[in-house]
């Protein structure tokens, strides 16, 4: 909740058993809109 905006490498992994198993993606993180009242 207190990243900035901007574009973040999100990298993950998991070893067990002698393996491990791991993934990337770029997330991008915006400011969000101000909302009006209906």
Known sequence: SD???GYY??????????QTVGGASIIRVVTPAAR???
Do not use: C
Not at 10 to 16: E, N, P
């Open 9 to 18: 490498n999100l990298t993950t992994a998991m070893k067990q058993g002698g």
């Open 3 to 5: 990243a900035g905006p």
């Open 36 to 38: 009006h009242p209906a």
